[in-house]
Nanobody
Framework: QVQLVESGGGLVQAGGSLRLSCALS????????MGWFRQAPGKEREFVAA????????AYSDSVKGRFTISRDDAKNTVYMQMNSLKPDDTAIYYC???????????????????WGQGTQVTVSS
């Protein structure tokens, strides 16, 4: 069974950086498109970034475009998200998600993903 484990969250000041990691076990990462979502208290889960299975296509929400970078290392079965210029509005629990697919597409709806991690807390202080 596929398991996703996020790490790298923490407390950072506004303007700082964090790098989140998501390790996939149980299957080979190369067969999955991957995404990051986040959920702040009292808000719905929202799309943050995605990377395709092949070719490294990426997609970002407007709120993080230019500040966050998603990447994948299939040899390590790990997906990363580099977060720069963090803002207090970025405070949330960040979730990694995986979707098995034969296509080189990105997916930005949480209903399109098959597996989810437990989340990692990111807190940005002003």
């Amino acid at each position: 069974q596929v398991q996703l484990v996020e790490s790298g969250g923490g407390l950072v000041q506004a303007g700082g950086s964090l790098r989140l990691s998501c390790a996939l076990s149980g299957r080979t990462l190369s067969t999955y498109a991957m995404g990051w979502f986040r959920q702040a208290p009292g808000k719905e889960r929202e799309f943050v970034a995605a990377v395709s299975r092949i070719g490294g296509r990426t997609a970002y929400s407007d709120s993080v475009k230019g500040r966050f970078t998603i990447s994948r290392d299939d040899a390590k079965n790990t997906v990363y998200m580099q977060m720069n210029s963090l803002k207090p509005d970025d405070t949330a629990i960040y979730y990694c998600a995986a979707r098995m697919t034969a296509y080189s597409l990105t997916y930005d709806r949480h209903g399109e993903y098959d597996y989810w991690g437990q989340g990692t807390q990111v807190t940005v202080s002003s």
